[in-house]
């Protein structure tokens, strides 16, 4: 884990203070609410439909257990007593009164956390994926730059009033588990022969009303160069993006507008001009922050274990959770978990309470070296645990109803907080959820379908990331009342695509069925152990949009 | 009377015979003294006036506008502002870098527009030295919004060497 020293604890000590005098004069009247928006959106508050919101940064998803004791902590005082887990890896409250903001901000700085950019025109957390550092496909830890990018970018002044948002997100395993084609820049991390480390720069990836992937517009930029590279980006698009309309003001559009190759020759030429100036990195950063992300003190252990292998065999429900909710560890003898926030009927997506944070923060402390992530598909992850440990770690899971044995499965949805929370939402996110998750409860039909994702965002702004589920859900307004669009043969990672709409809306009742049917015709066409994804680009859109529609039309 | 701030040998002193004359528009009949133009007029009176008068013609550029453009003149030019048209418009930022680094504006450079104390401080750090703080806000209220946060990771034009570098 990074810690503070004294320059971060000041920084984010004197922000809190800064943003708790500006809430004081937006009550006192004194400051206008469009004056108050810019900066409390960069102190992560947003105004939803019941109440404030408060974004909070879990920068590249890694939370140290005591960090989510005082999450808990939040929830249970300050809040309805759960917080929500988002896609960048982030956790929201929903239920914040304005006057506890400050308070809840210094409680979050005494455990090195802070809720700055979490909103806002301007760079977001950075992200990466939940297994950074301990994953066996990994080529290194992508961390330590992100965290040099965090600091970078956090209260960067020339960049704080951009067009739009801006989202980075940095991968460097062979499965790209960050998405890294979705942002506004994505960036590679890799070693050339030498051992150099080198990144691969995309950049105009975004979802939203116009979903697009990102371009490559750098191969094999030297490490000490990403901080004036990505200035470079930053800098051309401050100043020529488009800010006369909300929806065309993402970098996206302005790369697509100029084409690739212009936008890249005039990032070189700004580039150009700064590339040997102080934002050069040094060894010694690098290995300032390297140092904090430097591997656990791991026991030597046989990469089997007996006991393991025994409970795996005698408990066929263990099995099937290992089969699904285990990751493999670059350490032999260990293993990454995956606790599932999706149970079904029981929570939305996401939403964990107070106790059970404490519940995770205990498992980390006393079988994982304190260490917590989050997953962009809203999950939780212990990265470090012993084989011989998964058992128990299992028990204790499931007494907390975080053991769901359906990651990467059906009902592992992906979902925005939807219409319930959300004031830019057409429609409801989390019944939807959760109606398809009641209909496919029966996890051994979950476990003979596979790997199926399936996305859900309540609006175009695509919070859910549905445009990359395997199977998405778009609620729209159609004169005043929720329907439902429906995309397939979307998919993340390195064969990154978006999905093409099926058809007409559906209502929400219709929903379930319409999944039902599209799952069906995926188990007719399927050859032997295809996934879903797969059978849709072998098969195309028609048969699925023929059983749908069919059989819509013969049961109105 | 402009609602002015001024950074005079780095410390803030609130300005109360600021004789410029900020011209928004294309205005027909323009005031005398000090002007402030938007580009295009100030290019045709620069080209009317000459060098004599020049010291009494500025240059505000609006947010689309290159600052590039203004290399040839930035040996005569008074003064230089840049437009805020709104607070959460963040084009002049870079305008005020690109002057102070590259361009090497050693001049007054002017904040105006919709500017108000919580930017003020990544104004100052992004090369701005004078304020001409929104007609309704109070200077004294503004001042407080100068200094910001002490730490800074990144570059600045007031310390172009990034926190890493100085961290020890």
């Known amino acids: ?556 | 009377m402009n609602n002015l701030i001024k950074l005079i040998d780095g410390q803030a002193r609130i300005i109360h015979d600021d004789p410029w004359t900020l011209i928004s528009g294309h205005e027909a009949d323009l005031p005398g003294g000090p002007l402030i133009l938007p580009l295009a007029q100030w290019r045709e009176r620069q080209a009317v006036a000459g060098a004599e008068t020049s010291s009494h013609l500025a240059v505000c550029l609006a947010p689309d506008d290159e600052p590039e453009s203004l290399t040839p003149w930035l040996g005569v030019l008074p003064l230089i502002a840049l437009e805020f048209p709104s607070l959460r418009d963040g084009r002049a930022y870079s305008q005020a870098y690109l002057l102070r680094t590259r361009l090497g504006w050693r001049g007054e450079l002017r904040a105006v527009g919709d500017v108000l104390r919580d930017q003020l401080s990544h104004m100052r750090r992004c090369g701005f030295d004078a304020f001409a703080v929104r007609q309704d806000k109070s200077l004294e209220d503004a001042l407080k919004g100068l200094a910001g946060i002490s730490v800074l990771y990144g570059p600045s034009v007031l310390e172009p060497r990034p926190l890493f570098r100085r961290r020890g």
């Open chain 1, 1 to 556: 884990m990074y810690h503070y020293d004294d320059y971060d604890h000041a920084l984010v000590r004197e922000r809190v203070a800064q943003f708790r005098d500006q809430i004081e004069r937006r009550i006192s009247g004194e400051l206008s609410e469009e004056e108050f928006l810019p900066l409390r959106l960069q102190n992560g508050l947003y105004l939803q439909k019941h109440a404030y919101m408060l974004r909070v940064a879990i920068p590249y998803g890694t939370l140290a257990s005591r960090q989510m004791r005082t999450l808990a902590h939040i929830a249970r005082h300050h809040d309805r007593d759960y917080g929500h887990f988002t896609t960048r890896q982030n956790i929201q409250f929903n239920w914040i009164a304005l006057e506890q903001v400050a308070d809840i901000l210094e409680q979050l700085a005494a455990v090195e956390m802070h809720a700055i950019q979490t909103s806002g025109n301007c760079v977001r957390n950075i992200t990466t994926e939940a297994f950074a550092g301990v994953a066996a496909d990994e080529l290194m830890d992508p961390r330590p730059l992100a965290e040099i990018l965090r600091q970078w970018s956090t209260i960067n002044p020339e960049f704080l009033y951009l067009p739009r948002k801006f989202k980075i997100a940095l991968c460097s395993a062979e499965q790209d588990r960050a998405a890294i084609a979705m942002h506004d820049i994505g960036l590679y991390l890799y070693r050339d022969e030498t051992g150099e480390m080198l990144l691969r720069v995309m950049v105009g990836g975004g979802l939203g009303r116009t979903p697009i992937l990102g371009q490559q517009i750098r191969q094999a930029l030297p490490w000490r160069h990403l901080l004036s590279y990505v200035e470079a980006v930053l800098r051309v698009y401050n100043r020529h993006g488009r800010r006369d309309n909300k929806y065309k003001a993402r970098i996206k559009i302005l790369v697509k507008a100029l084409g690739i190759e212009a936008f890249a020759r005039e990032v070189e030429a700004e580039w150009a001009q700064i590339k040997e100036g102080p934002a050069e990195l040094t060894e010694d950063e690098y290995r300032r922050v390297a140092t904090a992300f430097i591997p656990p003190s791991y026991e030597q252990l046989a990469d089997t274990d007996l006991q393991y292998g025994t409970e795996l065999s005698q408990d066929a429900q263990f099995a099937r959770w290992v089969s699904r909710n285990v990751q493999p560890h670059k350490v032999p003898g260990y293993a990454s978990v995956v606790l599932s926030t999706k149970p079904g009927i029981s929570a939305p997506p996401g939403d964990v309470t107070s106790s059970q944070m404490e519940v995770v923060a205990d498992l980390a402390d006393t079988f994982g070296f304190g260490e917590i992530r989050i997953a962009h598909e809203q999950n939780l992850v212990l990265p470090d645990i012993r084989k011989a440990d998964l058992y128990a770690v299992w028990k204790r899971a499931q007494d907390v109803g975080l053991a769901t044995a359906n990651v990467g499965l059906l009902t592992d949805v992906i979902a925005c907080p939807g219409g319930d929370y959300c004031s830019l939402a057409n429609a409801k996110s989390i019944p939807i959820a959760q109606s398809i998750q009641q209909r496919f409860a029966d996890l051994d039909r979950l476990h003979e379908l596979g790997d199926i994702s399936l996305n859900i965002s309540g609006c175009m702004n695509a919070c859910g990331h549905h445009h990359i589920g395997n199977i998405g859900i778009l609620g729209v307004d159609k004169n005043g009342s929720e329907w439902y669009q429906v995309t397939i043969g979307g998919a993340q990672g390195k064969a990154s695509a978006l999905g093409k709409v099926i058809g007409p809306a559906f209502s929400a009742a219709q929903v379930p069925d319409v999944i039902e049917h599209l799952v069906q015709t995926f188990s007719d066409y399927r050859e032997s152990e295809e996934g879903f994804v797969e059978t849709v680009q072998r098969i195309g859109l028609e048969p699925f949009k023929e059983r749908v529609y069919r059989t819509l039309q013969e049961s109105a």
